[in-house]
């Protein structure tokens, strides 16, 4: 018999947890959520640690999972196509061994595998994709989920190849097998079953799909998330929009910026769009056009090569209908170049031609001045960017070499308007006829980095070590290891520039945030003191030598690693020339000064902001007692980074009344060394709640409340409503024991109608955790 996925979810968890390996157990319950929601950042900052833990624990069920979900992310909401491919083929492999064989989630590397090959290009890999989804289809119950998702997989190529009407048959033989089994199709198997009827042109068929679901759906005690009604609202849009029904569509589309939030609407919402700009109901400007092209830039880095071009030549034939010569011309070549990276070209290598047959055929704009004098112009007239695209391209076609200054202004334009990729290679090309451009090698150098390049940056690098410039070679390696992380190498790149250039003030302001995110903060101190030595003074600077003095920014930073380093004079000293007033002349710097938030990274990868203390100019007492998803604790003294993150509120505002800034947490200083335990129950009245957390407070321990109005628990006595309940966490000083704070716990609660648990401390404690099991029991806690 076939494991359920989720049952097994649920008793790994719980044995995870039980063993203690509670990040690994919180990885396998969250990540499948962050991968389906577009938690990108939360799900990249969780999955190395959890993949390490799984390998190291031997838990290769585990080390599917986490695979998958991941995948699922990189595949369905970032459209990763090229880039996701060696994992999605190593995945494969690793879930059909042995040992994998049988985890419920292996087969589910099926669909990665089919799922990456239809980005690259579903129509070109419709044999592979084909053979591999029969197989896995025969060895897959119907009353499973991954029948379902197979079957939609199946479908999805089925139009690829051109064959919705097979593609719609399948989905009914799928269906019925699926509730022959007992079973309810998911919601997601409308969106195949409509977009299989969408190319056949039954529109309205496709609508009833979608209500028909959704009703099903919610009768069976579900709610649409708002994933799906992201989803619902695009697919009925586009269907709305086919039918001529513009005033529906228009009410169903989501926003603009939801789509860009969330890549996975993108298509059917730019189809959708297209239809209604042919109607007139939606404005076919620049700014769509540069959306468009952006949207089709990730695709293109992600390698998803078929979606690419589809969202091109969409591009392409809306930067017709506005006239863009230029753009659609630069659409074109986009399109050409995607065609070279598929495997069937049959229809689109016609559209492509197409596009830039009508592209070359638009008229070229007149010039209002002459070519030499269009950049002034057009930073005199600021004509939308569009407009200027053409005029530029217009007078470098007057020419018989190309202006390096007209050359740039263009880069600009067609930059603004999202595409990079096409400025990289203009960038480039120029470059030969204008090798010591100086301004055109740094742009060069921010757009490949910008791109995530690697292999331009070492390219241009090269070059410019050729050329003579060892020192801008590099200054763009160390940026390029920053953008990336590696601050390391960035440390190593900036000691190679100043090595040639001393007195380069930038230089070492990078290489001082690199040594402070390496934790290196006598190092940061010692960039931030050389820096001063070597800068202006202001006095004494002229009107162009700004980039050469000291800024408060560099004094600030300097403040947080004197701090960090408890080099309390420096911190003074250049806190004095800030214009700080500190209450004692030497010694550490423990002032109260007001009540801040501090951002901290919690174990999960997401992040949390946490009341605390401000002590100093860089320094601040952590006031919640914490659990172990931090690495903070109640009373801890912390360095901040001297930025506030965020916007102001006006003064004066309903927002500025109750708002604190919001600092990020760079290191601890000084740990206080609580221990924390959670205690639960029946709330009790506020006169001995009060009395309660007086007490422990005055026995030094520390109390932090968690749960609010709304948590209530059950009641033995059989109320329906149940009780109040309270949920709080219980810091153990380092001057105490888990021992002398149960007995004093044991002491203050013991008159409480209803009795408060505490078992982990109670463990702890080596006393008897029976009774609070059975208060747990009792209370369901």
Same mark, same amino acid.
């Given at each position: 018999?076939?494991?359920?996925?989720?049952?097994?979810?649920?008793?790994?968890?719980?044995?995870?947890?039980?063993?203690?390996?509670?990040?690994?157990?919180?990885?396998?319950?969250?990540?499948?959520?962050?991968?389906?929601?577009?938690?990108?950042?939360?799900?990249?900052?969780?999955?190395?640690?959890?993949?390490?833990?799984?390998?190291?624990?031997?838990?290769?069920?585990?080390?599917?999972?986490?695979?998958?979900?991941?995948?699922?992310?990189?595949?369905?909401?970032?459209?990763?196509?090229?880039?996701?491919?060696?994992?999605?083929?190593?995945?494969?492999?690793?879930?059909?061994?042995?040992?994998?064989?049988?985890?419920?989630?292996?087969?589910?590397?099926?669909?990665?595998?089919?799922?990456?090959?239809?980005?690259?290009?579903?129509?070109?890999?419709?044999?592979?994709?084909?053979?591999?989804?029969?197989?896995?289809?025969?060895?897959?119950?119907?009353?499973?989920?991954?029948?379902?998702?197979?079957?939609?997989?199946?479908?999805?190529?089925?139009?690829?190849?051109?064959?919705?009407?097979?593609?719609?048959?399948?989905?009914?033989?799928?269906?019925?097998?699926?509730?022959?089994?007992?079973?309810?199709?998911?919601?997601?198997?409308?969106?195949? !079953? $409509?977009?299989?009827?969408?190319? #056949? *042109? /039954?529109?309205?068929? %496709? @609508?009833?799909?979608?209500?028909? &679901? =959704?009703? +099903?759906?919610?009768?069976?005690?579900?709610?649409?998330?708002?994933?799906?009604?992201?989803?619902?609202?695009?697919? !009925? $849009?586009?269907?709305?929009?086919? #039918? *001529? /029904?513009?005033?529906? %569509? @228009?009410?169903?589309?989501?926003? &603009? =910026?939801? +789509?860009?939030?969330?890549?996975?609407?993108?298509?059917?919402?730019?189809?959708?769009?297209?239809?209604?700009?042919?109607?007139?109901?939606?404005?076919?400007?620049?700014?769509?056009?540069?959306?468009?092209?952006?949207?089709?830039?990730?695709?293109?880095? +992600?390698?998803?090569?078929?979606?690419?071009?589809?969202?091109?030549?969409?591009?392409?034939?809306?930067?017709?209908?506005?006239?863009?010569?230029?753009?659609?011309?630069?659409?074109?070549?986009?399109?050409?170049?995607?065609?070279?990276?598929?495997?069937?070209?049959?229809?689109?290598?016609?559209?492509?031609?197409?596009?830039?047959?009508?592209?070359?055929?638009?008229?070229?704009?007149?010039?209002?001045?002459?070519?030499?004098?269009?950049?002034?112009?057009?930073?005199?007239?600021?004509?939308?960017?569009?407009?200027?695209?053409?005029?530029?391209?217009?007078?470098?076609?007057?020419?018989?070499?190309?202006?390096?200054?007209?050359?740039?202004?263009?880069?600009?334009?067609?930059?603004?308007?999202?595409?990079?990729?096409?400025?990289?290679?203009?960038?480039?090309?120029?470059?030969?006829?204008?090798?010591?451009?100086?301004?055109?090698?740094?742009?060069?150098?921010?757009?490949?980095?910008?791109?995530?390049?690697?292999?331009?940056?070492?390219?241009?690098?090269?070059?410019?070590?050729?050329?003579?410039?060892?020192?801008?070679?590099?200054?763009?390696?160390?940026?390029?290891?920053?953008?990336?992380?590696?601050?390391?190498?960035?440390?190593?790149?900036?000691?190679?520039?100043?090595?040639?250039?001393?007195?380069?003030?930038?230089?070492?302001?990078?290489?001082?945030?690199?040594?402070?995110?390496?934790?290196?903060?006598?190092?940061?101190?010692?960039?931030?003191?050389?820096?001063?030595?070597?800068?202006?003074?202001?006095?004494?600077?002229?009107?162009?030598?700004?980039?050469?003095?000291?800024?408060?920014?560099?004094?600030?930073?300097?403040?947080?690693?004197?701090?960090?380093?408890?080099?309390?004079?420096?911190?003074?000293?250049?806190?004095?020339?800030?214009?700080?007033?500190?209450?004692?002349?030497?010694?550490?710097?423990?002032?109260?000064?007001?009540?801040?938030?501090?951002?901290?990274?919690?174990?999960?990868?997401?992040?949390?902001?946490?009341?605390?203390?401000?002590?100093?100019?860089?320094?601040?007492?952590?006031?919640?007692?914490?659990?172990?998803?931090?690495?903070?604790?109640?009373?801890?003294?912390?360095?901040?980074?001297?930025?506030?993150?965020?916007?102001?509120?006006?003064?004066?505002?309903?927002?500025?009344?109750?708002?604190?800034?919001?600092?990020?947490?760079?290191?601890?200083?000084?740990?206080?060394?609580?221990?924390?335990?959670?205690?639960?129950?029946?709330?009790?009245?506020?006169?001995?709640?009060?009395?309660?957390?007086?007490?422990?407070?005055?026995?030094?321990?520390?109390?932090?409340?968690?749960?609010?109005?709304?948590?209530?628990?059950?009641?033995?006595?059989?109320?329906?409503?149940?009780?109040?309940?309270?949920?709080?966490?219980?810091?153990?000083?380092?001057?105490?024991?888990?021992?002398?704070?149960?007995?004093?716990?044991?002491?203050?609660?013991?008159?409480?109608?209803?009795?408060?648990?505490?078992?982990?401390?109670?463990?702890?404690?080596?006393?008897?955790?029976?009774?609070?099991?059975?208060?747990?029991?009792?209370?369901?806690?």
């Amino acid at each position: 018999m076939t494991t359920d996925i989720w049952s097994w979810v649920h008793d790994t968890h719980r044995q995870l947890a039980e063993s203690g390996r509670h990040r690994l157990a919180d990885a396998l319950a969250e990540i499948a959520g962050h991968a389906v929601d577009g938690r990108n950042e939360q799900l990249d900052a969780m999955f190395p640690e959890a993949l390490a833990s799984a390998r190291a624990l031997e838990l290769p069920w585990v080390e599917v999972f986490l695979r998958h979900w991941r995948l699922q992310n990189l595949l369905n909401k970032r459209h990763q196509g090229e880039a996701a491919m060696a994992e999605a083929v190593s995945l494969l492999e690793f879930a059909h061994r042995e040992e994998t064989a049988a985890c419920p989630q292996s087969v589910c590397a099926v669909q990665d595998f089919t799922i990456c090959h239809a980005n690259i290009d579903g129509p070109g890999y419709v044999p592979e994709r084909l053979a591999v989804l029969e197989e896995a289809l025969q060895r897959v119950e119907p009353a499973r989920a991954c029948f379902d998702c197979l079957s939609r997989e199946y479908a999805d190529t089925l139009e690829d190849d051109g064959r919705p009407a097979d593609a719609l048959t399948h989905l009914d033989r799928a269906e019925t097998r699926i509730a022959a089994a007992g079973e309810r199709v998911s919601l997601s198997f409308a969106h195949s !079953r $409509a977009s299989a009827l969408h190319r #056949l *042109g /039954r529109h309205q068929d %496709a @609508l009833d799909v979608y209500d028909t &679901a =959704e009703r +099903a759906h919610v009768a069976a005690g579900n709610r649409p998330d708002d994933d799906d009604r992201r989803k619902l609202a695009v697919g !009925r $849009a586009l269907q709305f929009a086919a #039918l *001529g /029904r513009t005033g529906p %569509a @228009l009410e169903q589309l989501p926003d &603009a =910026e939801e +789509a860009d939030r969330y890549p996975d609407i993108r298509h059917r919402w730019s189809a959708a769009v297209e239809l209604l700009v042919a109607a007139g109901e939606f404005d076919n400007d620049a700014a769509l056009g540069a959306r468009l092209a952006s949207w089709a830039g990730e695709l293109d880095t +992600a390698g998803s090569h078929r979606p690419c071009l589809d969202l091109v030549l969409r591009a392409g034939r809306l930067a017709l209908a506005r006239g863009a010569r230029e753009v659609a011309l630069t659409l074109a070549r986009t399109g050409e170049r995607k065609l070279g990276q598929l495997r069937r070209t049959d229809g689109v290598a016609e559209q492509v031609a197409a596009l830039r047959a009508a592209a070359e055929a638009l008229p070229r704009p007149e010039l209002p001045v002459p070519a030499d004098e269009l950049p002034q112009w057009l930073a005199e007239h600021r004509p939308d960017p569009e407009t200027g695209a053409d005029l530029l391209a217009a007078a470098l076609a007057l020419g018989e070499r190309p202006d390096t200054v007209l050359v740039v202004n263009l880069a600009g334009a067609l930059g603004s308007l999202g595409h990079t990729r096409a400025v990289t290679e203009l960038a480039w090309t120029q470059l030969e006829s204008d090798p010591g451009h100086a301004y055109l090698t740094g742009m060069l150098g921010q757009l490949l980095i910008d791109a995530e390049d690697g292999e331009g940056v070492d390219r241009l690098a090269t070059r410019l070590t050729a050329a003579g410039e060892p020192s801008d070679a590099h200054w763009l390696r160390a940026r390029w290891a920053a953008a990336q992380g590696r601050w390391e190498e960035v440390g190593e790149q900036c000691a190679a520039v100043l090595a040639h250039s001393p007195e380069a003030l930038n230089t070492r302001r990078l290489a001082a945030a690199a040594a402070t995110r390496r934790g290196e903060h006598a190092e940061a101190q010692r960039l931030y003191e050389e820096l001063l030595a070597h800068a202006l003074d202001p006095a004494e600077a002229g009107p162009d030598d700004a980039h050469r003095t000291v800024q408060e920014p560099d004094l600030w930073h300097l403040v947080t690693a004197a701090t960090a380093n408890r080099d309390w004079a420096a911190v003074r000293a250049a806190g004095a020339r800030i214009g700080i007033e500190f209450d004692t002349d030497s010694g550490p710097v423990e002032e109260e000064w007001q009540l801040i938030e501090l951002r901290v990274p919690r174990a999960n990868g997401t992040t949390t902001d946490l009341p605390a203390l401000r002590t100093g100019p860089a320094t601040a007492r952590v006031l919640p007692v914490l659990g172990e998803d931090l690495d903070l604790n109640h009373g801890d003294i912390v360095v901040f980074s001297p930025a506030v993150l965020g916007d102001r509120p006006e003064p004066g505002s309903a927002e500025a009344e109750d708002w604190r800034p919001v600092f990020e947490f760079l290191t601890l200083l000084d740990p206080a060394g609580y221990t924390t335990y959670w205690i639960d129950g029946g709330r009790p009245d506020e006169e001995d709640w009060y009395a309660l957390r007086d007490a422990l407070r005055a026995a030094g321990h520390a109390v932090w409340v968690y749960s609010g109005d709304q948590y209530r628990i059950t009641d033995p006595g059989g109320d329906e409503d149940g009780l109040p309940g309270i949920y709080a966490a219980i810091g153990v000083p380092p001057t105490s024991t888990a021992a002398r704070a149960d007995a004093l716990l044991t002491e203050l609660t013991a008159h409480l109608a209803h009795p408060l648990a505490w078992p982990a401390l109670a463990e702890a404690a080596g006393a008897d955790t029976a009774r609070h099991r059975r208060i747990v029991d009792a209370y369901d806690l």
